[in-house]
């Protein structure tokens, strides 16, 4: 450190102005007023229309860094960055945001994050939308900084400045920033089962958070039990707390392969039938049925197949609300049959059942699609193994494959297939925010490392443009280890759950042990991991998960015995909901406070003006200040400004004479605003005052918020507080 520390290169004869830093980057106002970010791209945080990582190499910074595109003529007065985005105020007092956008951070009326694209920012960003008359004066983060305008050529010439004579303002409810962490843990768990097997075949969350699993059930849980083994669905509460139940299927077997949750939170289940259930085509046929939200009442049930043997593994549902659906199939189904069993895909408009189009492919031995994934633009790509040649030369026993399909008609756009001279196969697919591609499952064979024994689990990252190879790594026991499944979060950071029958993070105590691990999405590094809350004398497996809006891991699985309680029967489902908990954050593994403020008071001014026009041809003064605020952080906190501001006006001599009225305010913090202006009537200007009228905080992003009136009277009721 110290002189030891190099300074940051931010061009040739520029320095920073205004900084400020959001999770893994940092935004920077210099001093032409122009805005620079780096660090970690992804959502377009740092609004250079792509998701690449700046900063960490050579070349990147200084005058090879450019500026962020703001709009034609644009400058910024401010930048402030939230955890995964930004916003600038800029030189005419508009608003920008870019970056991630999940919760409608950026004010566009979307859940779109923008800055991630070429096209998406300068004149394409639009300016924030806040209301007729409103204007924002700056944004602030968690602490609240008073920079007013840099570059406001003020309506009125001051030649008196005001002064700020501060009080102490005691907030009654701060929450100080803890410098604490701890690891990942389990926050809700809870057992589930009838008094014979329970399978559990698929797991979705919806819009507030709630979690819905799917599966079959050769137990009597909820009416309408048809025969050997039916469909069932249940919907639980973010805490667990059960809300409803649904149970069906034909008098035959029925197998549950997934659960998906639409727009509206509408549920829907698919997999197949050996009976007859909305229909008979053939032997094995794909059913998909659709579920109210609300209460799991039936909306439509559809069959799907040919007159021989099809089978459906997996569903997805894409931004449009339309179902994808992908299998095997032993006929000519999209296309002719090229082997035994021969993967398919194919797409179903939700609101109705109906059949849109299909994909069909084969070798001249057996193929499997295991598991299918839309990406941000709704193609897909579906995953799985084959036992040929399907995309390439085999490569031994069982190969892995990727194929990305177009969208619109799943016409093959790319397709990879690779593998070791072993049995190589993938259970599931995920896709980050970059719409990279993340696969597991399991390897005999040495594939991105020595094999430890048996089966090992493999995590592989793939380019979701091209499907090139990104990183891949291996680990396991001495014994066979699996990976079931495989999600993404927030961060980009990976999950993975599976199975062990090793002492694969801790001593096995069974068969089958379940397991979940947390990676470095950049590198596969470990996170975190845990296989003894899913270790017992019996069989356990993980084998779905799906991330929460607040970070939470939602994992599911099943279980031969009394993991979370008790055991119904032979089989129970089981689920777990990992996370930091409330007041924490998961920042790459770990769970850290962040500072937070909840005071009770927002600052207010008393303002009594006198306005006495007077005739002033030598100066047309312009004026730039930075006031600021450093307060103290304890557990028993206040905050003090510490320092009186400072101006620093610059006269510029005019040669055209002009009549100014002149303003001298004082200005004392109260908590009891009144504006008392007072005139001299030989003169009438025409002018609009300023004034301050709300402060509000919305995710890390603090907004000054200021009305225009078109006359000098104040309505203080009108206020306003927004997100």
Known sequence: MGDNLPFVELGSGRHALDISGGNLFNCVV?????????????????????TNDLGDAGGEMGDNLPTVKLG????????????????????????????????????????????????????????????????????????????????HSPTLPVTSFPTLKPTTLSPTTISPTIVDSQPISLQESLQFGGTSLDY?????????????????????????????????????????????????????????????????????????????????????????????????????????????????????????????????????????????????????????????????????????VNDLIPNSNNDVIITGYTEGSLYSTSQGMDDIFLAKLNGSDFSVLNSVQNGTNSVDQVNSVSVDLNDDIFITGLTYGDFFDDN???????????????????????????????????????????????????????????????????????????????????????????????????????????????????????????????????GREDFHGQCIFHPSFSPSFYPSFSVNPTFFPTFDPSYQPSYSFFPTYSPSISRSPSLFPTNIPSFHPSYTPTFAPSMYPTISPSLYPSSNPSFNPTFNPSLSPSLHLRYFNNITHSLGVWLTVAYEPDDLGFDLSNSSQFG
């Open 72 to 151: 034609s003529g644009r400058t910024a007065q401010s930048v402030h960055c939230g955890i995964w985005h930004c916003c600038s105020l800029l030189d005419d007092d508009s608003l920008k945001c870019w970056g991630f956008n999940d919760n409608g951070q950026l004010g566009q009326g979307s859940t779109d994050s923008l800055g991630n694209n070429p096209g998406e920012m300068g004149d394409n960003l639009s300016s924030i939308d806040l209301g007729s008359g409103v204007e924002v004066q700056d944004c602030f983060n968690s602490f609240p900084t008073l920079s007013p305008s840099h570059s």
């Open 452 to 582: 430890s024994g048996g089966s090992d689990i493999f995590v592989m990252k793939v380019d979701g443009s091209d499907l090139s190879f990104l990183f891949g790594f291996q680990f396991g026991s001495v014994e066979n280890d699996e990976g079931l499944s495989i999600t993404t979060d927030l961060l980009g950071e990976i999950w993975v759950g599976g199975k062990t029958e090793g002492n694969l993070f801790s001593s096995n105590e069974g068969a089958e042990d379940g397991f979940i691990s947390k990676h470095s999405g950049s590198d596969g590094s470990f996170l975190f991991k845990d296989q003894s809350t899913f270790s017992s004398s019996d069989d356990q497996e993980i084998s779905y998960l799906r991330v929460h809006s607040d970070g939470n891991v939602a994992v599911g699985g099943g279980s031969n015995s009394a993991v979370f309680g008790t055991n119904y029967g032979f089989e129970d489902f089981i689920i777990a909901v990992y996370g930091c908990g409330e």
């Open 200 to 368: 559990f075949r698929g797991l979705a969350v919806d819009s507030q958070d709630n979690i819905i699993i799917g599966g079959e059930t050769l137990s009597n849980l909820f009416p309408d039990d048809e025969g050997s083994s039916d469909f069932v669905v249940i919907k639980y509460s973010s805490s667990l707390d059960q809300m409803w139940g649904w149970q069906n299927g034909s008098s035959t077997n029925d197998y549950t392969y997934g659960v998906a949750v639409d727009s509206q939170d509408d549920v829907y289940v698919s997999g197949y039938t050996t009976g007859v259930w909305f229909g008979d085509i053939g032997n094995n046929d794909i059913i998909v049925v659709k579920l109210q939200g609300s209460d799991g009442s039936l909306i439509w049930g559809e069959r799907f197949g040919t007159t021989s043997l099809d089978y459906s593994s997996s569903l997805s549902i894409d931004s449009n609300d339309d179902l994808m659906i992908g299998g095997r199939t032993f006929s000519s189904w999209f296309s002719t049959i090229q082997g035994s069993f021969d993967v398919f895909a194919f797409k179903v408009d939700s609101s109705n059942g109906s059949l849109m189009f299909g994909y069909q492919d084969g070798s001249s031995n057996n193929e499997r």
């Open 30 to 50: 210099l001093d032409d007023f122009s805005v620079k970010c780096w660090g970690y791209g992804a959502n377009g945080r740092t609004g250079y229309g792509s």
